[in-house]
């Protein structure tokens, strides 16, 4: 099986696609990566595993129910080709499942492919930057793992074109992330502008009806505030929204007047 340039080009113009179209949810780049990986390996099957940076959410997508099965399954094993590709940052290539070393080293796991007819397994960590042969990075954050039935060898050359595959989708991915990011940053600081408005209008309001400095009027809202357990942000916007002039304004709690 040869690939064309512009068979490749599709492949990664559909990784780009899925990650522009649905930029804050990974699966749809999931499910392109492991049909392509699986297209271009020559590989009965394949499932993509990520877990986004600081979660403990683990993405699956596989090329059949089967598969996803499988990939559902075992996501909280800590075994399989998955995980150690993720865990160890390289590439396992050409596992025989059905050794019993095999079954050792992943007891849960290899008897569950070996159900579905899957005897040989590829794994590569879904890492950002690195070499065809050893991806080892610290932001190892899933793994590509492609599947072969027993008499399917594999073809090496092929092989080689997943590497570049895996390390786009892991960029794709990593950017969605930093969007994300970004986005939560930008909520945390219209929130504290918000509050900053709000406060400073409540200091006004309470500094024109009982004539106070500005620095007097913040005085009583954090006083207030501070004896009741609220934030100051809260009594500002009780003030502003609601016309509330609560125990602010007596007199232990009151800082010097103009």
């Avoid at 990974?26 to 990566?33: C, E, F, I």
């Avoid at 008897?111 to 042969?133: F, H, I, K």
């Avoid at 930008?186 to 409540?202: K, M, N, P, T, Y």
């Amino acid at each position: 099986m040869l690939l064309r340039t512009t068979e490749m080009a599709n492949v990664y113009a559909q990784l780009v696609e899925q990650s522009s179209r649905t930029p804050h949810d990974p699966r749809p780049v999931l499910a392109a990566l492991a049909q392509s990986g699986r297209w271009i390996g020559n590989a009965c099957g394949a499932i993509a595993y990520y877990t986004p940076p600081a979660t403990e959410a683990v993405y699956a997508a596989a090329t059949s129910h089967e598969l996803q099965c499988l990939a559902i399954d075992t996501a909280a094993w800590n075994e399989g080709p998955a995980f150690e590709a993720r865990s160890t940052g390289r590439i396992l290539l050409d596992v025989d499942i059905t050794t019993q070393p095999l079954h050792v080293r992943w007891p849960r796991w290899a008897p569950r492919a070996l159900q579905l007819s899957m005897d040989r397994v590829t794994a590569l960590p879904l890492t950002v930057g690195a070499d065809s042969s050893c991806l080892q990075n610290d932001l190892s954050e899933g793994a590509l793992v492609l599947f072969n039935a027993a008499g399917r060898p594999w073809d090496r050359e092929l092989l080689t074109h997943v590497p570049g595959l895996v390390r786009t989708a892991a960029h794709l991915l990593s950017l969605q992330a930093q969007v994300a990011e970004q986005r939560v940053l930008a909520g945390q600081l219209q929130h504290a502008l918000d509050s900053r408005v709000v406060i400073e209008q409540a200091k006004g309001i309470l500094a024109a009806r009982h004539d106070l400095t500005l620095g007097a009027a913040f005085g009583r809202l954090r006083t207030y505030a501070r004896s009741h357990g609220l934030k100051v942000a809260e009594v500002a916007r009780r003030i502003t929204e609601e016309g509330a002039d609560p125990t602010l304004l007596s007199k232990e709690s009151t800082p010097a007047t103009k």
